[in-house]
């Protein structure tokens, strides 16, 4: 009977966070870049354990009322951690069309750029074999990009096409292009 309750509670849940991020969705992403349906998010997997370690971090700090100090520290911490992962699933997103992206974070206003804004990039390689390209834009500032994230090659092909046409330059022209080796943009070298 406990088990049916606890299934019935995470898909409440689940249902629940599907209707906010419907509602945050109508609410705040109304720029023409949101609408465009062309976006890079986070992997769903950050919602979904956001979602299944805040229902464990619920149920520790129930369970740690009555039984133990223990269990409520750590269905806290538990909790902290996957809301922290369901709000950056939620709040970050890259969003673009033909001539420019728009990049949305938690916490900070979103930042729309041209194509043509874009300097160079830099690669990286994480532990585990995800690639992340950081993408130098004009005004000093950086946005990343992970092999691991949804969208992200259709993004920077579209990238490297409004890149080229912003700048007025033609594919055969950029020796550095090689996507199969993660390269769209320039090399920044390291200073």
Known sequence: MEFI?????????FGLCYLVDR????????KAQHR?????RASKRYGIFGVILTVLGILGI????????????GGIVVLLMGLGLAGHYLTFG????????L???????????????IQGQKLYLIQG????????????????????????YPFLDAAFSGWCAQTGRTP????????????????????
Request: aromatic share 12%; charged share 20%; glycine share 8%.
């Open 5 to 13: 309750l606890i299934l019935l509670a995470a898909g409440c849940i």
């Open 23 to 30: 509602a945050f969705t109508k609410v705040f992403r109304s």
């Open 36 to 40: 465009s349906g062309l976006a890079v």
């Open 62 to 73: 129930c369970t740690g009322i009555t039984d133990g100090a223990v269990l409520l520290v």
């Open 94 to 101: 890259i969003f673009y069309d033909q001539d420019s992206f």
């Open 103 to 117: 990049v949305s974070r938690f916490g900070k206003p979103d930042r729309t750029y041209r194509f043509g804004d």
């Open 129 to 152: 074999g995800t690639v992340m390209v950081e993408l130098h834009m004009a005004d000093g500032t950086t946005v990343s990009v992970q092999s691991a994230m949804e969208g992200v």
């Open 172 to 191: 055969e022209q950029c020796d550095f292009y090689n996507p199969s080796q993660s390269l769209w943009f320039p090399t920044v070298e390291d200073v």
